[in-house]
Every structure is written in structure tokens, then in C-alpha cells.
């Protein structure tokens, strides 16, 4: 699978959405990606990963 | 607070009795003294009586607490009403019920239904006002002998010793002493024993704080608990409906952060906002307001319920959030809790030791109630940044996702279960409840299984009659199979509080009677 379609539709719907919506948008999905993963370990590593390296600069 | 005109106890249906002060009060030593007349003080007077043990019943009042406060009797409340003689009333009076609904913007995400079957004598959920919950106990009460009340009697004073307490009582026409053997705090959240012997609540505060509103209004909506996050007329907040008898519903609604309490406490405030939730619901029917009040979702307890003589019973010894409906109900069950335990002590059939197990038992439910409660207070309001970004993505999701939905679901009440109890034996048995669990009920055919259970400690024994006897022991023996899936042989002790004390695979005599007196002779 590419992640390529993923990628654009998020950023297409973050642009629609605008930034005040971005963030419960954000959370919809990945609640929503995660209940379709099916592994709950799985998901909250990954969750750990998404929150490491957001440092701006 | 009743609207403009209205005294405390002007109720539209409801009428207060007015009780006397004691003309004479004796001054003779009482075995037991309860501090407070309310729901949970009357229990335990009851509980105490069951057993043969008399105790005198204070309360500072004339009357009972005004208005509907906690309207909500779980089902495991029923079997201790059931246990001390005050059923009949309650399922003639209050509304069971089983389901709940969710809303999110107006529209249903959720419908969760609590686990009821044939073997359940009583619902999971029963609505009854709390004035009527004290009637209904003050009926029992006053038919009891071996509780001596003393109404607008207040205490003012207490010096406590290892074996016993001296109280300072004030009536309207004396101020005398008392000297109890054992005291029961029973007075509430504000309880003065607690700040006479200078203890605190300890724990979180939860932010979120209620307006609980009563009106009456004819209606048809079955008794069904709605829950509606995010409405249009409280944007943001969350309100909480529930049916009453006699045509009241309870309305509750979060006040948001900005929000005084006094503003939004103010008459005025309290019509725009209940006709804003009927409007919401498309309830187009007059209706008039009877009772409103504000309640805050703390998480409070004493780091120990007893200290020396006294042990603290309901509200003064912790503080739940309205919204698992615990409050009351885990109130009732420390009550029991500490009634048995104490009439087998004074009766002489138990050591002092047995009272050891009452706060890490009653202590351990509260802690659980804690963690559910503030799952559920988390959900109803949210505490923070992060905590309010997943709920609302939670009931956006439930819009689409049924699975969603269920991150709403409150699961309310399941008694706790006593593992960690110093009563608690280790575990001998493979089906049924656990040791430590308040037993389910079961359905025999011609009865349930909690009509037949003993006053005291019962031997459920399947399969052949055990020869085991005890004065404190009631056996019953049971067809393999008649409940729980029991094989035959399998056996259960249970507690006069409905609590498993251990269970066997196969019976055997010895054990079981060593079990009895392991809790019995805890010296
Ligand atoms: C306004 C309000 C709204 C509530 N709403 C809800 C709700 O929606 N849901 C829910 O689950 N719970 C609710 N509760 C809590 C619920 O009412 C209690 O959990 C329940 O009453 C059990 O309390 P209790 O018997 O321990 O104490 P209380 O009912 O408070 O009784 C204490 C008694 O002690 C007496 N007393 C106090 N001090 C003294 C003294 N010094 N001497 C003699 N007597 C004294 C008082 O007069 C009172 O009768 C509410 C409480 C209040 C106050």
C-alpha cells in the first residue's frame, strides 16, 4: 500500500477544513484509524512514535 | 431552593412531617449512637435492629432533607432494603429502569441497556425522590423498638477514647452528655464529628458543577435516563434528564466555567434554562418548577473510616460525582457493612477484630467508585485541552460510528467485589461469583435465591445436604445446576451482607467452619 493517498487527502481536507478544525479532525481519524487497525498495542505504539520529534525550530 | 413565596419544605406534592423534640432524654450509657437521621444513619439504625442491637438516632433537624437530592437506587440497594424489612414501599412507589440514551447535537448516539435478566428479582435502576427514600425509612424506623430517635437534637461535642465516646447533645430545651460505646457518623457532608476530631476529606476536585432541577410536568416518556452532550440550549455542556413518580423530572445541566453559581442558581436563570433543555426536546407542555439546587463532582474520602469508637458512615466519609450514582448508594452499603459487623460484636458472637475489615472494604469501594466516576466525569466534563478534544471526537464519530457511541456508555454500578478483604477466603471454587463478590441472584421457580438467604451467614451447598451447623449458619441446599451453573458438590459462604465470604468445588465441613471462625474470632 502507498501512503501517497493518505497523504494527499489529509492535506486536502486540512486546507477545506482550515485550522481551527484541523485538530478534532486529526483526532476523529486516528481514533477512527485505530479502531479499523484492530491491534490496540499496535496503535498506542504508534501513537508513541507520532509523538516524538514535533520540536519546531 | 424553591421559588419566590415558597418555604424550604413547600413542596408541589410532597408534605415534610414536622417531628418534636424529645421531651425527656435519658442520659443512660447507649451502645451504639448514629449521628444523623438521613438515608444512610436510618440504615444502619435498621441494619443494627435486624440483628437485636438497639441504638439511638440523632438529628439536628425537625424534618427530612429538603427536595428530590439523589434519585437514583441501584439494584444492590434493593437487596439491603429487602434485608432490613423496608422494601415493600420502595417498588410500590419509585420507577425501575434499564436504559439509557445519548444524544450528541440533538440527535440519538447511543441506547445502552444495564444487565437485567429473569434471575434478577429486582431492575438494575430504580428512580425514587430522597424524601421519599427517608419517609419510607423513617416509617421502618419508627416502627422499630430498638431504635430510640431523638429529633432537633444536635451534637455539639465529642471526646473519644478507645472504649467508648462522651457526645455533647443540644435539644431545644437541654444541653446534657451521652456516653456511647460506639459512635456512627452518619452526618452528612459537612459532618461536625469529622471536624470535631479534626479529620479532612481528601482527594480531587473535579470542576464540573450542576444545577439539579425539579419539575412537574404530565408526561409520557417512559423512564428512560437521557443524556445530551453538546445541545443547543448549553452549548458546550452537558444535561442529564431523569423521570421521577409523581410527575417530576429531574433536570440537571453543568454550569460552564465562567458561570457563578449564584447567577445561575437565581430563579430566573434556573426557568430560562430548564424551558431552553424542554424546548430542546420538543416538550411544549406548562410545567412548574418545584426544587433546585447545585452540585459539584468532587472525589473526597477519609484516608480511614474509623478512628477509635467512631466510624464514619455515607457522606462524611466520602464525596462522589453525581454521575455514576453512587452518592447514595454506596452510602446504604457501608451502613450494612458496619450494622452486621457491630451487632455481632455487641452480641458478644464476634472480636473486636472483625471490625477491622470495615475501611478497607467500604475504603476500597469508594476508591473504585472513584476511578469509574471519574472516567465518566472526564466524558461529562472534560477537564482539559486533551480530555475535551477526544470527546468531542468521540461523539462526532458516534454520529457515524456506533462503536463511538459506546466511549458514552456511563456502566454504572457493579457492586464492588471485597478480594482484598482480611474476610475474603482464597479462592477454592471454579464457576459463580468470586470470593469477595455480592452474590447475583437467581431465579429457583418458586422464588429467587436472596428470599431464602439466612439473617446471618448462609452455606449454599449444592447436591446433598452437607451436615455442617453453626448457630450463625442457615444452609440451603440447591439442585446442581439451579444457579450459576453450580456442579454438583460446589459450595458457597456468604455473608449477611450478600458478599461471598469463599467457595469450594467440593464440600467439606471443616473448611467452611473454619472459614466462619476465621471471621468471627478476629480478636
Ligand atoms: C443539595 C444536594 C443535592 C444532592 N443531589 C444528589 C444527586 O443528584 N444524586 C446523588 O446521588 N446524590 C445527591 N446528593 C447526595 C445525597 O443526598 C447523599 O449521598 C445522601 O443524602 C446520603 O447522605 P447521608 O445520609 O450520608 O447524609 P445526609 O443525607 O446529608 O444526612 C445527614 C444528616 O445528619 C444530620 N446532621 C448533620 N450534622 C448534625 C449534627 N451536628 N448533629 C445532629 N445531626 C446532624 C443532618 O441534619 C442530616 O439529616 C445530594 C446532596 C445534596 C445536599
Redesign the interface.
Known amino acids: 500500500m502507498s501512503a501517497e493517498p493518505i497523504y494527499d487527502a489529509l492535506a486536502a481536507h486540512l486546507d477545506t477544513l482550515g485550522e481551527a478544525k484541523a485538530?478534532?479532525f486529526l483526532?476523529?481519524a486516528a481514533?477512527?484509524l485505530a479502531?479499523a487497525l484492530g491491534d490496540t498495542d499496535m496503535a498506542l505504539s504508534i501513537l508513541r512514535e507520532c509523538a516524538k520529534n514535533l520540536e519546531s525550530r | 431552593m424553591r421559588p419566590e413565596g415558597r418555604g424550604e419544605h413547600d413542596s408541589l406534592y410532597f408534605t415534610y412531617p414536622q417531628f418534636d423534640a424529645p421531651t425527656e432524654a435519658s442520659t443512660d450509657p447507649a451502645p451504639v449512637v448514629i449521628v444523623g437521621a438521613g438515608p444512610i444513619g436510618m440504615v444502619a439504625a435498621l441494619e443494627l435492629a435486624r440483628h437485636g442491637q438497639r441504638s439511638v438516632l440523632i438529628d439536628a433537624k425537625a424534618t427530612f432533607n429538603d427536595g428530590s437530592r439523589a434519585i437514583c437506587i441501584a439494584r444492590a440497594s434493593y437487596h439491603i432494603l429487602d434485608r432490613i424489612g423496608a422494601l415493600a414501599p420502595f417498588l410500590k412507589k419509585s420507577l425501575p429502569w434499564t436504559t439509557g440514551r445519548s444524544f450528541y447535537r440533538g440527535q440519538q448516539i447511543l441506547e445502552f441497556a444495564m444487565p437485567d435478566s429473569a434471575d434478577d428479582r429486582f431492575r438494575p435502576m430504580y428512580n425514587l425522590q430522597q424524601q421519599y427514600i427517608e419517609q419510607f425509612l423513617w416509617d421502618a424506623v419508627a416502627a422499630q423498638p430498638l431504635i430510640e430517635t431523638r429529633w432537633q437534637t444536635r451534637l455539639e461535642g465529642i471526646e473519644t477514647q478507645p472504649e467508648g465516646a462522651v457526645l455533647t447533645l443540644t435539644d431545644p430545651y437541654r444541653t446534657y452528655a451521652l456516653s456511647a460505646r460506639w459512635v456512627l457518623a452518619a452526618d452528612g457532608a459537612r459532618s461536625t464529628v469529622r471536624r470535631l476530631m479534626g479529620l479532612r476529606l481528601k482527594g480531587e476536585n473535579f470542576e464540573g458543577r450542576y444545577v439539579i432541577a425539579d419539575v412537574r410536568m404530565a408526561h409520557d416518556y417512559p423512564t428512560i435516563r437521557r443524556a445530551l452532550f453538546d445541545p443547543a440550549c448549553r452549548p458546550g455542556g452537558t444535561v442529564l434528564i431523569h423521570r421521577q413518580p409523581d410527575d417530576i423530572w429531574r433536570i440537571d445541566y453543568q454550569l460552564t466555567e465562567g458561570e457563578s453559581a449564584e447567577e445561575a442558581t437565581r430563579e430566573d436563570n434556573v426557568r430560562a434554562s430548564v424551558q431552553g433543555v424542554l424546548d430542546e426536546i420538543g416538550e411544549t407542555r406548562e410545567w412548574e418548577l418545584e426544587w433546585w439546587s447545585v452540585y459539584s463532582a468532587n472525589t473526597l474520602a477519609l484516608d480511614d473510616y474509623r478512628a477509635g469508637p467512631v466510624f464514619f458512615i455515607g457522606d462524611s466519609a466520602h464525596i462522589v460525582p453525581i454521575f455514576g450514582v453512587r452518592g447514595l448508594n454506596n452510602g446504604l452499603a457501608d451502613a450494612q457493612n458496619i450494622g452486621w459487623k457491630l451487632a455481632l460484636v455487641l452480641s458478644g458472637q464476634a472480636g473486636e477484630g472483625l471490625l477491622d475489615s470495615y475501611t478497607p472494604e467500604r475504603r476500597g469501594a469508594t476508591l473504585d467508585v472513584f476511578a469509574n466516576a471519574s472516567k465518566s466525569a472526564r466524558f461529562m466534563t472534560p477537564p482539559s485541552f486533551g480530555w475535551q478534544?477526544?470527546r468531542?471526537?468521540?461523539l462526532?464519530?458516534a454520529l457515524r460510528?456506533p462503536?463511538?457511541g459506546d466511549l458514552a456508555n456511563p456502566r454504572q454500578m457493579a457492586p464492588y467485589t471485597y478480594a482484598d478483604s482480611p474476610l475474603t477466603a482464597p479462592d477454592e471454587g471454579q464457576t459463580g461469583p468470586v470470593p469477595g463478590a455480592m452474590i447475583p441472584d437467581a431465579n429457583l421457580g418458586d422464588g429467587f435465591l436472596s428470599e431464602r438467604m439466612g439473617p446471618l451467614f448462609t452455606l449454599i451447598a449444592f447436591g446433598e445436604a452437607p451436615k455442617v451447623s453453626h448457630p450463625l449458619l442457615t444452609v440451603i441446599t440447591l439442585p446442581p445446576g439451579a444457579a450459576w451453573n453450580a456442579p454438583e458438590g460446589a459450595a458457597w459462604l456468604i455473608r449477611p451482607d450478600l458478599h461471598v465470604a469463599g467457595r469450594w468445588t467440593s464440600l467439606d465441613p471443616a473448611a467452611i467452619l473454619a472459614t466462619l471462625d476465621r471471621i468471627l474470632e478476629r480478636p
Open positions: 485538530p478534532l483526532a476523529k481514533l477512527a479502531q | 478534544l477526544m468531542d471526537a468521540a462526532s464519530l460510528f462503536w463511538a
